[in-house]
Every structure is written in C-alpha cells, then in structure tokens.
C-alpha cells in the first residue's frame, strides 16, 4: 500500500517521483549570483556565486567565467577562503580586477585571463571601499574611508589608532546624522582617491576631496570623464542638514586634484549615477525633481558635451529608472524600470524619446547590452536568480546559468496569477495570489495577506530571500499581495498618493482588494486569514489592529512602526517622514498624530506576534517593544522576538530560519482553531 501511495502521488504530480515544497532549508541552501559583469567584447561573463547553507558545508564565495561564444561552458576562476568581489574587466577585456582581504586587509586585486595567479595592485594601510580603472588601464580611483581634513593616509592611520587606544567608550557628536541603517556614526568618511598603476603594488594616493564631510554614493555612482582627466561622481554637498534633504548632485574633479565643479547645481532633488557614451559624446546621469523626496520619479537626462544642451530623455514615460547603459549606437539607452508588478528592460531613443519594452515578465536586473546581445540576471516569484541572455532581436530571454539546479531539483514551485481591482477613487489596483502547494481543488485555504513596507515599494513578480511567497504556500496557505496606492512601478502620481495618507487609501485598498480577491477565488478561505507585514507593512499591521480589527485571526508585525511622534525623533533619515507625514514632528499641520497606530489601541484586539532586530535604526526597536507592552497590558493573546545582531532585515540564515518557523507557528496556531 505504501508504494501504490507513493506511486499515486508521483502520478499526480506529473514526474517520475513525487516533488516536495520548498524549504527555509532550501532557501538558505541557494547559491547567490553577485556582481555579473561581461567582457568589452560581450564573448564572455563573469559572476560571483556565493554557496549557500551552513558550515561546515561550501560556502565559499569565488568567481566563474562563462564562455559565451563557446557553449555557455563555465569555468572557475577563483578558490580563495577570502570572497572576491567588485569585480570589472580590465579596458582590452584580458584580465578581471577585483577586491579581496587576502593579506589581512581588503585590497585591489588584477587577475590575467590568459592564465595566472591574481597580482596584489594595492597595498593602503586602509581597506579599498571600492574603484574605477581607466581605459588606459592606469589610471585608478579609489574609495577609501578617510578622516575628513587630513593631509594625507597617515594622519587617518593615527586616528584610527587613537579611537582604538581611548580609554572610554563615550561617543560625541556635533550634527546629524549620528547613526544610519544599523551603524553610529564616527569620525571617517568615505573619499576619493587618484592613483596610478604600475607594476609595484600602490601604496599611497592623493585625496581629491579632503575636506568633505558628508556622504558620496560610492564608484558604483561615478566615472571618468572621456578624456579621462576628471572623475566625476554623486555626493551631498558638505553641510549640517544631512538628515532631512536628499540633495545629491553630480560634481567633477581633476584627478591631479583641485576645486570640485557641481554639474546638476540648478536640482534641488536628487542626481545620481552619471556615465558617458563610449563616443565621448554624452553624459547622461538620472534626475528626480521634488526635494526632500526619496522616492521620486528618476529621469534620464543627457548632456550633450558639444553643444551643452541638456534634456530629459523620453519625460512622458511616466516610470522611474532603475538603472540604464548606453547602447553599441551611443544614441540607444537601455533601462530597468518597475512596470506594473514586474521589473522590465526598455529601450529608449535619445532622438525621438521613444520607449520600447524589451523584456518585461518577473525582475530583471544587472543588464550588459554587447555586439547585439543582452545579458541579466532574473528572478520571478517562481524561479531565484539566475543570468539569461537575449540575442539580437528576438524577445526571447534564455537561461545560461543553473547555480541552483541540484537544490532545486526536487521542488515543485506553486502556481501564481496577477489580478487587478477597483481600489480607493475606484483606481485600478493590482496584486497577487498564490495557492498552496498541495492545492486540491475544492478545498479552502487559511490565507496569508502579506503587505509590503516601503511604502513606496512593492511585492512584484520576483523571488524575495526574505519575504518569500513560495515558503507561506509550502505550508499550505493561499497567499495573497496587494501593491496598494503609494507602491512602485504604477507611475508616479499613484506612488506619490500615499504621501500625506498613510492610513487612508492603503488601507480602503486592502480592504477592498481581501474583498475581492476572495471572492474571485472561492479556495481562499476569507473568514480564516493572517496578514502580516514589515517595515510600513508592520506599521499597516499595526493600524489594521486599531481600524479593521475584525479582519484576521492573527497579525505578525516586523520593525513596524507604532508610535509616530517618538518614531520621529529616533530615526535617522528624516527627510522620509518629513516629507510623507508633511513635515518635522512639532508642526501642528502634520499627519504624527492623525495615522498614528498608537492612537488607536482601545480599538486592538487581534492576536499580535511582534518582532524586531536592535540594530535597526531605521525603525529603532523600542517601536516594536512599545506595540508589545501594549498587548501584554492589555491582555491580547501576543508574542515578542528579538534578534540582537540584526537590523531592518533578518539577514544571517540562521536567523531567517528561526524567523520563519517562528512565524509559520504563530500563524498554524491561529488560523488551526
């Protein structure tokens, strides 16, 4: 009998054998793919792929070259215990440089193609944060975190020695910020450097902005101009407002040094990640327009370095840019853009501002375009991430990795649809369900409502390592995600809606899309639901308690926000609130008080499971304590989990695991009864 089962089921399932679900397991077991660059001449590829799972499994991190032009063969390049990274190809496509800690500090590393061990090209008494070589594969910039004033690498080597001798451990500050995401502040400063290379590994280098003090957005934001004389890059201008503006611009500097020149003066918003057509022609960088706004419509704007005019490319396409390359033609540029619950690739003329979709099912990301071909990587909400490749104009995107064809099996992913309603002003809202793994047909399904933070985000088609779909499904809940007024990818008017009106339309929108989709889809059992949520998802959690309290059995708030005033005051970018609450905290006409989750406790009555890491400054952890001592004192049915060492996000995979289960069970144990 025991057989026939098994035969009955591997039947059902439509294989040789039966599959299974997946796993938290088999999600820490997934090898990651980083830093996919490709060769000048687009013959080859090379990515980082860091092994999943536990020690004393591999879970090394090396580098791999693809070899296009050759069958997709891979060979590794890389068998070192530190993890390379940063990785770029050398100008003439020979060689790869990269960043490692081999010698007990990060340094630049060269590594010829043609055969070879990889050659030490620094040797700082600091770690290299990051770099860009020039075509003439001389000349070299530096990121290096520095003291900001000091003359030279050996006046920050002694400060670095004397924060480490203080007898103390007391922490002054003079301005904002004084910590960020999960770090406090201190006296460093990332800078960049000019070098050049030779055949002795470098071992100092001329600071070309001593004197800031403020943030750069790193050399991913950066490049050299086309005579390669000047560096130009993303930064905020030195001042004591850091904290609540979002003002980057685009500055030049000589490498020989001297005064740093603000391209983008004229945008009080933000500017960010310039870059120049291989002909020397253009420079086109991404703009947003509203100050104090990070999450603002980015435009693509191109100088034109001959006549110096400067235009929008393409400013009717109501989406925002994600990242973008020039074309092989210099006049073709190629984007990643949120479009309607997916991540897209368009083509846009610089001419006429035509835009052309590309490809446009799941998330793409990481896009080369060479000699007629496309490479990315993808994911979507049934498939982690892997490259593919689009060749000349066929639309058809191919895998050519498979770093996770072993863990993957034996698993038998979930189905999912994307459906639309009439939201709040009868606005067409969109969303998501999935159904349980072992769904059978006619029977009803407890529900996960899972709600995205942000808020100016979404839960779109991609395979999310920490909020995945496919692990509530496993467990046999239907899922459903909604992208509520203020998600991304919709244009900019519906993310800009939530602004001023955290606890109006988001909510009117979930209400009416549970409504909705529940009836569409009579296997999602409505009366037997938990909805959770983290960041504004937990916020949202935790107004839901307040002013829908008879919509679940159960909710799960993580780093939600419970107390706007004191949420104010203790985190760190403030140009978030200021801008969607209307303000800084003490004026009178802002929303603190008005979608305040605190303000509506008399009204909570839904057992509650309450996590938060105490490293998150961005919603520091008394936020979730408060939501908690709540509870407890009002004698709701309530659970707390703490993570000492994480922040924002659960990150360590043996964290994510407890995570997980410690949310399954909560969740088993209330839509069980």
């Excluded at 327009?289 to 110096?308: C, N, S």
């Excluded at 619950?341 to 446009?360: A, L, M, P, R």
């Excluded at 004026?587 to 603190?592: C, L, N, P, Q, R």
Aim: glycine share 8%; net charge negative; proline share 4%.
């Amino acid at each position: 009998m025991k057989a026939w089962g098994i035969l009955v089921m591997a039947l059902l399932s439509g294989s040789a054998y039966a599959k299974s679900a997946l796993t938290i397991e088999h999600l820490n077991k997934l090898n990651k793919l980083y830093d996919v660059v490709v060769s000048p001449d687009g013959n080859y590829v090379v990515y980082g792929q860091k092994n999943g799972g536990f020690a004393p499994a591999d879970t090394s991190a090396d580098l791999y070259l693809l070899d296009l032009a050759n069958g997709n063969k891979v060979r590794r390049l890389t068998d070192s215990a530190a993890k390379e990274h940063s990785v770029k190809f050398s100008a003439d496509g020979s060689a790869l440089y990269f960043l490692a800690d081999r010698t007990g500090s990060t340094q630049l590393w060269k590594l010829p193609l043609t055969g070879g061990e990889a050659r030490q090209m620094t040797a700082l008494p600091v770690d290299v944060q990051g770099y860009l070589v020039g075509t003439d594969d001389k000349s070299l910039v530096l990121a290096l975190d520095v003291k900001p004033g000091c003359a030279d690498l050996a006046c920050t080597v002694s400060a670095i020695k004397a924060a480490g001798d203080k007898k103390d451990s007391a922490m002054a500050f003079d301005q904002l910020m004084v910590r960020h995401w999960d770090t406090w502040e201190d006296d460093f400063k990332q800078h960049f450097f000019a070098a050049t290379l030779s055949d002795k590994p470098i071992t100092d280098a001329m600071d070309l902005m001593s004197e800031w003090n403020t943030d750069v957005a790193g050399t991913s934001e950066a490049a050299f101009t086309p005579d390669g004389k000047n560096l130009v890059f993303s930064a905020k201008i030195p001042a004591s407002d850091q904290a609540w503006h979002t003002n980057f611009d685009i500055f030049q500097v000589a490498l020989k040094g001297g005064n740093k020149i603000n391209l983008t003066k004229d945008n009080p918003a933000w500017d960010a990640k310039p870059s120049f057509s291989a002909d020397g022609r253009y420079m086109a960088y991404l703009a947003m327009k509203k100050p104090v706004y990070e999450a603002d419509r980015f435009g693509l704007m191109l100088l034109d370095l001959a006549t110096g005019e400067r235009k929008e490319v393409s400013p009717d396409w109501d989406r925002s840019i994600d990242d973008y390359q020039f074309g092989p033609d210099n006049r073709t540029l190629y984007v990643t853009a949120q479009d309607v619950g997916q991540k897209g690739i368009f083509s846009i003329d610089s001419n006429f501002g035509e835009v052309t979709k590309v490809y446009s099912e799941g998330t793409s990301s990481d896009l080369s375009v060479r000699n007629g071909s496309m490479v990315f990587t993808h994911h979507s909400l049934n498939a982690p991430t892997e490259i593919y490749q689009i060749k000349g104009n066929t639309g058809q995107a191919l895998p050519i990795t498979q770093v996770n064809k072993e863990v993957l099996a034996d698993i038998q992913f979930a189905e999912f649809d994307q459906f639309s309603f009439p939201g709040a002003n009868e606005e067409t809202v969109y969303g998501y369900w999935m159904k349980p793994w072992n769904y059978v047909e006619g029977k009803k399904y407890p529900i996960a409502f899972i709600v995205h933070g942000g808020p100016q985000g979404s839960f779109g088609n991609m395979f999310n390592n920490r909020w995945n779909a496919q692990l509530w499904a496993a467990q046999g809940f239907g899922v459903v995600m909604i992208d509520f007024h203020g998600s991304t990818g919709y244009g900019q008017a519906f993310t800009d809606s939530i602004a001023r009106d955290w606890g109006g339309k988001p909510l009117e929108d979930l209400k009416k899309g549970f409504a909705y989709i529940t009836e569409k889809q009579p296997w999602l059992d409505g009366n037997n639901a938990c909805a959770l949520g983290a960041s504004y998802g937990g916020f949202m959690m935790n107004w839901i308690a307040g002013n829908w309290n008879d919509g679940f059995k159960c909710l799960v708030t993580h780093a939600g926000l419970f107390d706007m005033p004191s949420f104010y005051g203790s985190t760190e970018e403030l140009w978030f609130p200021e801008h969607d609450m209307g303000g800084p905290v003490w004026d009178k006409t802002t929303d603190y008080q008005k979608f305040n989750p605190a303000a509506f406790v008399d009204n909570w009555k839904t057992p509650m499971l309450v996590i938060h890491g105490l490293k998150d400054y961005r919603v520091p952890y008394a936020q979730g304590l408060a939501a908690y001592t709540t509870l407890q004192r009002k004698g709701i049915p309530s659970r707390l989990v703490i993570f000492p060492d994480e922040n924002h996000w659960i990150l360590k995979p043996a964290n994510a695991e407890r995570w997980y289960n410690e949310v399954f069970a909560w969740m088993k144990q209330h839509t069980s009864k």
